[in-house]
């Protein structure tokens, strides 16, 4: 192999290698910004661990769409959301989610003892038809008796179609990462929160 060529091969290497470093910044950097908002709202460490995100979870109220942080009424979200999960396809048996919704503010912020409040409990969601999971805990819309509450949506890949899952007793005092770890479902894929406090009677 002569010089030119041994000069190609070099400088093909090293663009290879700053290709790559470039892509995993960015991937660090996307991964910071869909955190950011989470752990800005305590929602990281109050009710998930820091997680890499690796989908994106749409809820929506109607016409709202759901963001980090918005402030939404317990009348307009009242009734239960549409979702979608867009995620990569992945060469697996199965392609099934869990969906959890709580609230850790309960009965206030300032006092969290009932923390969490458990919403919506969805199991083996098809991530093409989310209207076909297996609803364990039916919906249950904001209600915040004092201050502003945060209803949080958490989206998790399983490894495997859940069967004979304990369901909660009730919706008081549940731990999201308590069922996760229960139900052998690692870190979120995804998670979303919102805003809300009880509305002023007219």
Same mark, same amino acid.
């Given at each position: 192999?002569? +010089?030119? %060529?041994?000069s190609?091969s070099?400088?093909? +290497?090293?663009l ?15 991964t ?9 709202g305590?929602?990281? $460490? ?9 989908a !994106?979870?749409?809820? &929506? @109220? ?5 963001? &980090?942080?918005?402030? +939404?009424?317990?009348?307009?979200a ?13 060469? %697996?048996?199965?392609?099934? @989610? ?10 206030? $912020? ?15 969601? $098809? ?11 039916p ?11 945060? @209803?949080?949506?958490?989206? @998790?890949?399983?490894? !495997?179609v859940?069967k004979?899952?304990?369901? $909660? ?10 069922f996760?770890?229960a ?11 919102? &805003?809300s ?6």
């Amino acid at each position: 192999m002569g +010089i030119s %060529s041994k000069s190609e091969s070099h400088r093909q +290497i090293v663009l290879f290698f700053t290709v790559f470093a470039l892509a995993s910044c960015l991937a660090v950097e996307a991964t910071s910004s869909s955190n950011r908002q989470l752990v800005k709202g305590r929602v990281i $460490p109050d009710v998930l661990d820091l997680f890499v995100p690796t989908a !994106k979870l749409k809820i &929506n @109220y109607g016409r709202t769409r759901v963001v &980090n942080g918005l402030l +939404i009424s317990p009348s307009a979200a009242a009734k239960a959301p549409s979702f979608e999960i867009l995620a990569r396809s992945r060469r %697996s048996p199965v392609d099934l @989610y869990t969906l959890i919704v709580a609230d850790p503010d309960a009965p206030s $912020p300032d006092n969290p003892i009932r923390r969490e409040i458990l919403h919506w409990l969805v199991v083996n969601i $098809p991530r093409k038809r989310p209207l076909e999971g297996e609803v364990l805990v039916p919906y249950a819309g904001p209600a915040p008796p004092l201050g502003i509450h945060r @209803y949080v949506f958490s989206l @998790y890949k399983q490894n !495997k179609v859940l069967k004979g899952v304990k369901v $909660p007793e009730g919706r008081a005092l549940f731990r999201t990462r308590g069922f996760t770890a229960a139900n052998e479902l690692g870190l979120p894929i995804a998670a979303v929160y919102f &805003n809300s406090t009880k509305e002023m009677s007219s």
